[in-house]
């Protein structure tokens, strides 16, 4: 496999929750990540804190929306068991990097499982 599924589920989110912006939107967003910020689409989960900066430069306050659109599409794509609320106290990042801890534990500990059957 070319990229990490997680890797993959993410860019989907990211890309569901830009598109609750519209389609026009959702491509010049992407058109100024990568002019303005130099972030391309494939790079965003590898940097992950510089689309969050550059997603709350673009859009100020209004930045939380957004976060919360991917967020919401995240929690969907990895079947989380309410582990984390979306309402909890962790910034985008911090819950974007505590559903991928949870997304590989989950899935290492399936491959031990698959092994040692």
Do not use: C
């Not at 929750?17 to 939107?25: A, D, Q």
Request: hydrophobic share 40%.
């Amino acid at each position: 496999m070319s990229r990490n599924t997680f890797e993959k589920i993410l860019l989907e989110a990211v890309d569901e929750g830009l598109s609750s912006l519209g389609e026009s939107s959702r491509q010049a967003i992407y058109f100024h990540l990568n002019e303005k910020f130099n972030i391309k689409k494939l790079e965003i989960p590898e940097n992950i804190e510089a689309f969050a900066g550059a997603v709350e430069n673009i859009f100020g306050q209004g930045a939380s929306y957004l976060e919360t659109a991917i967020m919401k599409q995240l929690h969907k794509k990895v079947g989380q068991k309410d582990k984390w609320h979306l309402s909890s106290d962790l910034t985008f990042v911090e819950y974007v990097s505590a559903v991928q801890r949870s997304f590989r534990d989950r899935n290492d500990s399936g491959k031990m499982t698959e092994k040692v059957f």
